[in-house]
């Protein structure tokens, strides 16, 4: 029986579902029952009937899916798996925008730890950050951890005065206008496709700017047949699964997060066979932090 016939009778034996980012490698996305970016993953993982989520991304995805879910087990093929920018705000500087600025809502990006989340109003993702941020009563929005998204969400809803923090997804802050304009150079017919955890010089040259369902669905949707990728590279393979015969660059040096490749078939194996890696969430830090997930979800119905 090889790996993955006995990662499939495994998650049989022990009620699992396997869940996995678009940027995990196509390996796992080929073996997951649901593949998605951060927002589609938060939901889903609500609604599942299994009683063991195997979560193929990073720690803060692993934390999220627990605190909706507390009574289910929650495990990560490698708890080694972090988002650096999920640690890149802190309680104080939050503590300090609150007693600098009046009517301000703390505005955190899932890609956050859950010690984060604690602190903030409303969690959104790159999918539904604009129609969430539109939808608050506040005037002041204090963005974190990411600054490139909330320079670009403030470009989508002017009426807001937002308060930057100095975080950053390092495998988008490498993506250089000048790599991706060689591309350009190169296929010139190719449509630029990136998200808005890019840089704002990137953003400038782009055609499209979304999140990673996004980037996807407008890149399946067009009647245009080449694209230039400006994300982490495992999205390539949902985009190559449903558009065979269109082509998509990347810039030269390729975007590859270390940390979602960490996840692999035989971790996936391991925590199936052993029940390892599970993510923990004390009842006090769970209490916190569901509130602005849950508002989230709620205000992005």
Known sequence: MDIVDRIKKLKKEKNAVILAHYYVRPEVQDIADYIGDSFYLSKVAVSLKEQTIVFCGVEFM????????PEKTVLMPDLGADCP?????NAETIQKMRDTYEDLAVVCYINSTSDLKQYSDVCVTSANAVKIVKALPNKNIFFIPDRNLAHYIAGQVPEKNFVYNEGFCPTHERIEAEDVLKVKAEHPEAKILSHPECRGEILEISDYIGSTSGIIKYATESEDQEF???????????LHKDNPDKKFYFPESVPTCPNMKKNSLEKILHVLETGDNEILVTEELREASKKPLERMLELAK
Do not use: D, F, P, R
């Open 62 to 69: 692993g934390e999220s899916a627990k605190t909706l879910n």
């Open 85 to 89: 920018m999920a640690h890149m705000a």
């Open 228 to 238: 230039i990728i400006c994300t982490e590279e495992g999205v390539s393979y949902k």
